[in-house]
């Protein structure tokens, strides 16, 4: 498997409300050589089922969840795993 140009990578806690609208924003670019890497940061809300939704159904999300340890600790997981060249950064509440 080759490695993506590109890795959005966002960071998720209790993100529902607007986590939908985020994820559709990047689903819908012109750019195509990306992987998303979506962290979820133990959130207690639906924040979780709506990312692996979303991964269902387009195998360029990549889902990690864990416990909470806050943001830094979540966005340094994330690159961890992150396979593209270049890391763009996403918040939850973006689009």
């Known amino acids: 498997m080759t490695s993506p140009a590109v890795t959005v990578l966002m960071s998720c806690y209790n993100a529902s409300q607007y986590l939908a609208e985020a994820v559709e924003s990047v689903l819908r670019q012109t750019y195509q050589d990306w992987e ?3 962290v979820d940061d133990g ?8 990312i692996n939704q979303f991964a269902a159904r387009d195998p360029r999300i990549v889902v990690v969840a864990k416990s909470n340890t806050g943001l830094a600790d979540s966005l340094n997981i994330g690159m961890d795993v992150a396979r593209g060249r270049w890391i763009a950064r996403l918040d939850a509440d973006d689009y």
Do not use: G
Request: proline share 0%; hydrophobic share 45%; glycine share 0%.
């Open 36 to 38: 998303f890497v979506v």
């Open 43 to 50: 959130s207690s809300d639906s924040t979780l089922d709506i």
